[in-house]
Structure formats: C-alpha cells, structure tokens
Nanobody, 121 residues
Framework: QLQLVESGGGLVQPGGSLRLSCANS????????IGWFRQAPGKERERVSC????????NYADSVKGRFTISRDNAKNTVYLQMNSLKPEDTAVYYC??????????????WGQGTQVTVSS
C-alpha cells in the first residue's frame, strides 16, 4: 500500500527556494508516476507537476513552468520538487499523489498531510 509522506516545506522570502520531498514508506515508487499538487486557502487543489515512473517524462502547470523542477530518485524511493524564484502566490499546502500514468486518474487513497509552503517577506 502506498503511504506517501510530504516534507520540506517552510517559510521563505519571495525569490527564495525550497525543495520538497515525497517519500513512500510502503511499496516501492518505481512503478508509479507521481504528481505534486497544491491547495491555497479558499482555492481548489491543483496539480503543478507530474513525473513518469521512469523519470523520462515530466509536465508542469503554466504557473510554475521555468521555476519548479520535478525529479525522482527511485533508489531512495523519493520524488522531489525543487522550487525556485518563489512568489507569494505559491503559498499553499503541497501534496503528492500516485498515478499509473501522469495522464491517467489519481490512484485511490487518502491524501497525506501535505507540507506547508509560505512565501512572505
């Protein structure tokens, strides 16, 4: 059973950087595409990036393209989201989720607790 745990959030000034991690304490992540989502107060959850199981294919929401980079280390069973040039509008709780393919539906399962990212001076 997949048990994804997000970490790495925090408070950062505009223009700063953070690296989020999505780790799994259960099954290996090798066979799954992983998506990063975020949800700001009063807004719907949105997917910001996804990476294929092999890591060979990635995609990004227009709002983060050129600033965020998704990657994975299957040996460490971890997917990362490197966030650079952060803006106040990036403030949100960030979550990760598993797919068979980035173009497919999210696999069944509860959302994790997420990790809070706050961009403020």
């Amino acid at each position: 059973q997949l048990q994804l745990v997000e970490s790495g959030g925090g408070l950062v000034q505009p223009g700063g950087s953070l690296r989020l991690s999505c780790a799994n304490s259960g099954l290996t992540l090798d066979y799954y595409a992983i998506g990063w989502f975020r949800q700001a107060p009063g807004k719907e959850r949105e997917r910001v990036s996804c990476i294929s199981s092999s890591g060979g294919s990635t995609n990004y929401a227009d709002s983060v393209k050129g600033r965020f980079t998704i990657s994975r280390d299957n040996a460490k069973n971890t997917v990362y989201l490197q966030m650079n040039s952060l803006k106040p509008e990036d403030t949100a709780v960030y979550y990760c989720a598993a797919y068979y393919y980035c173009s497919g539906p999210k696999l069944p399962g509860d959302w994790g607790q997420g990790t809070q990212v706050t961009v403020s001076s």
